[in-house]
């Protein structure tokens, strides 16, 4: 065996390096945009699934009759508000003055402020709408949608930004029954 053929057979050519390089540069530019699209799923699934737990929590709230401070009359129970004009963010609230509806200024609002969504994510729409108010009264619980006992459910459909065929649709019905599709 000659010197030549020794050193060949023991280090990579410049051909081979540069093919290797463009394959891991190809394959980056084809995973990176798939990376991007998975990150936003993520996030509408990760903000329809907090939207789902914070209804729960309002239920919750109203079963343990938990306390709560009211400027203006008593509270009565708990529950959730959505409105289609701020698309980014929904309230969690304490009822004070008995009309099953949220009020501003008059309802206590849990936490202190209004509960937005992840970036990228909005409220596409509020089935009945524009704005939905949820109330939870203990102790049965009685569920009022919009201030009507016999309103069956609210569909709220989230969506990414700027994609309206991504979606994630959260039916909450006046049995309690909280569904995320």
């Known amino acids: 065996m000659s010197i030549f053929s020794m050193r060949r057979e023991q ?5 081979e390096i540069l093919v290797v390089m463009a ?3 190809l394959m980056t530019i084809l995973v990176l945009p798939n990376w991007r699209a998975g990150e936003q799923s993520l996030a509408l699934q990760r ?10 929590r309002a239920q919750e709230l109203a079963l343990r009759a938990q306390s709560f401070t009211c400027q203006i009359g008593t509270i009565s129970g708990y529950g959730i508000f959505f409105d289609q004009s701020a698309p980014n963010s929904y309230i969690l609230f304490a009822e004070c003055n008995g009309n099953n ?17 992840e970036s990228g994510v909005e409220i596409a729409s509020v089935t009945p709408g524009p704005t939905v108010s949820i109330v939870f009264i203990p102790p049965t619980p009685t569920i009022w949608i919009n201030n009507d006992v016999g309103q069956t459910s609210v569909q709220v459909v989230l969506r990414r930004t700027g994609d309206p065929a991504s979606t994630k649709t959260i039916t909450i019905t006046n049995k309690g029954i909280i569904d995320v599709d």
């Open 11 to 15: 280090g990579f050519t410049v051909i």
């Open 101 to 117: 509806t949220y009020n501003d200024g008059i309802d206590g609002i849990v936490d202190g402020e209004s509960i937005s969504l």
């Open 23 to 25: 394959i891991v540069v």
């Open 47 to 56: 903000s329809a699934q907090k939207l789902a737990q914070d209804t729960r």
